[in-house]
């Protein structure tokens, strides 16, 4: 039986489909830890502007130095998978708790400014999200958010990527399968090459392109925080012969400090057992842990977090976007 990817039209939001739309937000945030937008509000010319800009950028400033330092010699003499690297050219947008954006002199000021308009628009629907999530949990309204705040709010920052083609898409992934460590992600992604695929029921399915959707995952902190009834899921980008794939994934983290806890309303709800109760951490100590296992299995780093809970490290690490 072929699966049918979640597809959620936020204009049915706020008529007499309400209902059955926040049903199949909920039944994405249980089974697939996925799901794409449409309707969602963001401007198409912007997402169009922003996408021109992106490829742009790439071509002047990214894909001569991608192809001299990695596509050169990546796969000179190789027979076997390399799985020690991806096949992609990224660089990172800090926003909140400060942005990095005039640090980065090879970006144009248009870019920067179109870059900015996305940002705060993404912002404000990752946090209309969250307190959708919280009304199909039964939590307060604002619950996640505040979740999320350390002393200096949230963490949100853009990984800005971009897939070329491989000559050799056997040997490569674009990105290898990994669960993201964050909250939530919003993926705006190329509507032409594809390559993105999720891990359900021990099958990998293609996540759609559509043009002017964004794509939601889950992180690990989101099911942490629902105590396993939210999941975050596996996911990998494979490599293609022809085109180049964009990726634009913004991510609504917690803060470096935020303690990260199962809701304890969930857990009355549930009864559940000790046993089964997700751990208790500072997202800056969970981050440290993740960037060197994160293209392993989850469930380790969380029975590794079990372990510290009651010796903290520390809530000064930086925090990468993943």
Known sequence: MELSFPI????????????????????????????ELINHGI???????????????????????????VAKKTLEGVENEIIDMDWESTFFLHHLPQSNMSELPDLEEDYKTSMKEFVVELEKLAEQLLDLLCENLGLEKGYLKKAFCGSRGPTFGTKVGNYPPCP??????????????????????????????LLKDDQWIDVPPMKHSIVINLGDQLEV????????????????????????????????????????????????????????FVFADYMEHYMGVKFQAKEPRFEAMKAMESVPVSATVPIAFA
Request: glycine content about 6%.
């Open 43 to 69: 401007s198409h010319e912007l997402m169009d502007k922003v996408e021109t800009l992106t490829k742009q950028h790439y071509k002047k400033c990214m894909e001569e130095r991608f192809n001299e330092l």
């Open 225 to 280: 925080i629902t105590n396993g009834k939210y999941k975050s899921v596996m996911h990998r980008v494979l490599t293609q012969t022809e085109g180049t794939r964009m990726s634009i994934a913004s991510f609504y983290n917690p803060g470096s400090d935020a303690v990260i806890y199962p809701a304890p309303k969930l857990l009355e709800k549930e009864e559940v057992d000790e046993s089964q109760i997700y751990p208790k």
């Open 8 to 35: 959620i039209n936020m204009e049915k939001l706020n008529g007499e489909e309400r209902s059955s739309t926040m049903e199949i937000i909920h039944d994405a945030c249980q089974n697939w830890g996925f799901f």
């Open 168 to 197: 050799r898409p056997e040997l490569v992934k674009g990105l290898r399968a990994h669960t993201d460590a964050g909250g939530i992600i919003l993926l705006f992604q190329d509507d032409q090459v594809s390559g993105l695929q």
